[in-house]
């Protein structure tokens, strides 16, 4: 999928009022394309290793793709809420099941492994709110990179990691009023591109 096509996404309620039709093959690309990723972190947040988490993933986006034509857009609640339910759910699953067949081996015991019944396990939902931020920010910053020549970006990376501005400029040769503006041009894209993102998917 092209930037442009990304950049030409509808809104949240009419991409999800899109995919509900089966044939909508670049509304569902659309769709994979923003929470794919974000199922992904979720998945290894609740103790799933990289190859269960894919195929985990492609379970979570199954039951995704069969439940939401009846899924019903509210305004008051969010779809992410939604679908970190139906990853959490399908992670415990994907762990019961595992741990059934090693009760049978009679070799969990020897195995440390995420049990879902554990009262100490991180709460799913804030661990992914938290995701959430994280994934919006790095998900807006690669929308816009391209956007931006690799001097640009640079100015504004190296000051949003601490760097001072004049330190900055003395290592890229450029004038110091330069890497302010180009800081403050990213900066605004960037939170531009973040509002996009939570109104469109939260």
């Given at each position: 999928?092209?930037?442009?096509?990304?950049?030409?996404?509808?809104?949240?309620?009419?991409?999800?009022?899109?995919?509900?039709?089966?044939?909508?093959?670049?509304?569902?690309?659309?769709?994979?394309?923003?929470?794919?990723?974000?199922v992904?972190?979720?998945?290894?947040g609740?103790?799933?290793?990289?190859?269960?988490?894919?195929?985990l993933?492609?379970?979570?986006?199954?039951?995704?793709?069969?439940?939401?034509?009846e899924?019903?857009?509210?305004?008051?609640?969010?779809?992410?809420?939604?679908?970190?339910?139906?990853?959490?759910?399908?992670?415990?699953?994907?762990?019961?099941?595992?741990?059934?067949?090693q009760?049978?081996?009679?070799?969990?015991?020897?195995?440390?492994?995420?049990?879902?019944?554990?009262?100490?396990?991180?709460?799913?939902?804030?661990y992914?709110?938290?995701?959430?931020?994280?994934?919006?920010?790095?998900?807006?910053?690669?929308?816009?990179?391209?956007?931006?020549?690799?001097?640009?970006m640079?100015?504004?990376?190296?000051?949003?990691?601490?760097?001072?501005?004049?330190?900055?400029?003395?290592?890229?040769?450029?004038p110091?009023?330069?890497?302010?503006?180009?800081?403050?041009?990213?900066?605004?894209?960037?939170?531009?591109?973040?509002?996009?993102?939570?109104?469109?998917?939260?």
């Open positions: 999928m092209s930037e442009n096509n990304k950049d030409q996404c509808s809104t949240r309620e009419t991409l999800l009022q899109r995919i509900r039709n089966r044939h909508d093959e670049e509304s569902w690309e659309d769709f994979v394309y923003y929470y794919r990723q974000y992904y972190i979720i998945c290894r609740m103790g799933a290793n990289h190859h269960d988490s894919e195929e993933v492609q379970k979570v986006m199954l039951k995704v793709w069969d439940k939401l034509p899924f019903e857009y509210d305004k008051k609640k969010r779809f992410r809420g939604w679908l970190c339910m139906v990853t959490g759910n399908t992670v415990k699953d994907f762990f019961r099941s595992y741990k059934r067949r009760d049978r081996k009679e070799k969990a015991s020897d195995l440390d492994i995420w049990d879902p019944e554990r009262t100490d396990q991180p709460d799913i939902e804030k992914a709110e938290k995701e959430w931020e994280n994934y919006i920010s790095n998900l807006a910053l690669n929308n816009i990179k391209d956007k931006f020549s690799d001097k640009v640079t100015c504004f990376t190296e000051i949003n990691q601490g760097r001072v501005a004049k330190e900055v400029s003395e290592e890229l040769d450029m110091l009023n330069t890497v302010y503006v180009y800081n403050k041009r990213v900066t605004k894209k960037f939170h531009e591109e973040i509002r996009r993102l939570y109104y469109e998917l939260s």
